[in-house]
């Protein structure tokens, strides 16, 4: 109940300040394990994809939004615990795989879990190339990816700087199948990176950025 408070009261404010353009919502699954892999370009993209996506999606947080001291600690560890976001330990050498783990753990629920395949925002605006977690997570959790492009959110919300109004757009894409993209003997180093490589083609495609192999 609180979650679709905080979600009705989200979305108005991002409907009014923000109008965003949204196409492709059909393409998330009503039901089921899914995948919703995201190009990265503001704090704000982890806010709007589960408000504006059809379904209730996690996302990973850093563990310091649980931490935080005083009235502004405790607002912070609400929020983002009635959003069903999963901490995660940033200093910690298996940080990466427990995440995974966590992930893993939604999908196999049947849940909705968004990533970044970047794995961090882009500073330069260009899509940079993507870690295989993404593929590790479709293939172990047999889950389609819905590649997502984000438009205009490093506007809104640039590195370093306050807030500002600026128009958004979220284009969700058609969802990729991991069982019917991989051919049949490939090692699974490869399968990953191949997977991995045709959601960061989709997500290009749409949001129609720059790549850089980096």
Excluded: C
């Excluded at 009503?30 to 892999?37: F, Y």
């Excluded at 379904?55 to 649980?66: C, G």
């Excluded at 819905?146 to 969802?175: N, Q, S, W, Y």
């Amino acid at each position: 109940m609180t979650y679709r408070f905080l979600k009705l009261i989200l979305s108005i404010l991002v409907l009014v300040l923000l109008r965003p353009r949204v196409t492709g919502l059909q393409n998330i699954p009503k039901r089921g394990a899914v995948i919703l892999a995201s190009n990265h370009l503001s704090f704000i993209d982890s806010l709007l994809i589960p408000i504006m996506a059809p379904r209730h999606v996690a996302f990973l947080a850093k563990a310091e939004y649980w931490t935080g001291k005083g009235i502004k600690g405790r607002l912070s560890r609400w929020f983002f615990t009635k959003m069903g976001d999963i901490p995660v330990q940033r200093d910690d050498p298996r940080a990466g795989q427990r995440s995974l783990e966590d992930a893993l753990a939604v999908l196999q629920r049947g849940g909705a879990f968004g990533i970044y395949p970047e794995g961090t925002r882009s500073r330069d605006g260009k899509l940079h190339k993507g870690h295989t977690g993404v593929a590790w997570l479709a293939l172990t959790g047999k889950a389609p990816v819905v590649p997502v492009a984000l438009l205009g959110t490093d506007k809104v919300k640039p590195i370093g700087k306050m807030p500002r109004f600026a128009r958004v757009e979220l284009h969700f894409g058609v969802p990729i199948d991991p069982s019917r993209q991989i051919a049949a003997g490939t090692k699974p180093a490869q399968a990953r990176r191949e997977l991995t490589e045709q959601v960061m083609q989709s997500i290009q495609a749409m949001s129609g950025q720059e790549r850089a192999d980096t």
